[in-house]
């Protein structure tokens, strides 16, 4: 049985000086789905989830919320609703007081006001902070308190904008972990905007690519990280190796095709395209082995250009004939002693490309 829609949006459209910032023909969010919605600067992200929250009115299209037309239905639905914005915004005052205020406005009796907000900063771990001036907060504990404000109200769904930009990378992954836990446990929608995905992908359930106002693909984060549509998406999602190549010969029985990709002959998956038809393959640098068996299809040799440290791991320039990012752990890259200049022989899993027809 399909679950309920929670929230809906159709054919919504919105310009600002003869510029289409959004044309959304269908969006949807299920009770208790956690959505991404990522995209490059000025894709309309922040745009689309204003309108989702009700803090924007599009040119045109529908609003629905539970089977309901918003219309003018607004200020009740909001308060179904709640935002958290990539700066917090606190009010003066002790961090109880902030995260009270929205059920003081709603006319809570005090004790129960004073079990909720306790609650609320539990499940963010600042309630030692209860009684501290906001002006004294860290930027982590502010947007903890950001959110212990929007969780207290219970929000059937809550707003998310780009919540970890301002942080340092502890702070997101942690802030990130409680946030999914917490969304998960209160059993709440959730859409957030952000430019890394990957830090959500524990707990989305789905992820929206924009550009230029558009929904351009959808999907799990394992189909949107694995198998990206074209190369605005790749990019977006981490997937460096943006190789463009041709078809050689029919496809073998196996639903393999055989792909010219510079002076390279590739294996890969994907349907059967005719002899010559251009194509884009894309693979993680993760997904990049160095080669235990020379004979094995898609291995190659080539020089390495360029390496990069990073925290557990090595990222490797290599050309060879066309250019390959990989990634290695600090082990292997010790083991094999790599460093640019030298050759080497590297392994594409044929089953980890994702090969689309241009």
Known sequence: MTPDVLL?????????????????????????????LIGANGTGKSSLLKMLAL??????????????????????????????F???????????KNVAQGLVFRGLPRSEIADRVHAALSDFGIAHLAKRNQKYLSG?????????????????????DEPFAALDLPTRQSLAEDIGRVIRQREISAVFVTHNAEELSLFTD?????????????????????????????????????????IRGPGDRQGYQKIQVGPHLWIAPGPDLKPGTPVDLYVRPEAILPAADVNNPNTFSG??????????????????????????????????????????QFHVPPDRLHMVAK
């Open 140 to 160: 982590g504990e502010a947007q903890r308190v950001s959110l212990a404000r929007a969780m207290v109200v219970e929000p059937e769904i809550l707003f998310l």
């Open 55 to 84: 803090l924007e009115k599009p040119d045109s299209g529908e609003i629905i919320f539970r089977n309901t037309p918003v219309a003018d239905r607004t200020l009740a639905i909001r308060r179904k609703m709640a935002m958290v």
């Open 303 to 344: 020089k390495i250009t360029k390496t990069i440290s990073l925290s557990s791991q090595y990222k490797m320039v290599i050309e060879s004939g066309v250019q390959v990012t990989v990634l290695v752990s600090k082990g292997t890259h010790a083991l094999h002693d790599v460093k640019p200049g030298q050759d080497f």
């Open 206 to 246: 789905r992820i929206c690519i924009m550009e230029k106002g558009l929904i351009i693909q959808e999907g799990s984060p394992e189909e949107i990280f694995n198998h990206p549509a074209s190369r605005v998406a790749a990019r977006l999602v981490g997937v460096e190796n943006c190789l463009s190549g041709t």
């Open 86 to 96: 990539q700066e917090p915004l606190l009010l003066s005052g002790t961090v109880f």
């Open 8 to 36: 809906s949006i159709k054919n919504l459209r919105w310009t600002r000086a003869d510029r289409i910032i959004l044309d959304v023909p269908d969006f949807s969010i299920q009770p208790n789905e956690v959505i991404a």
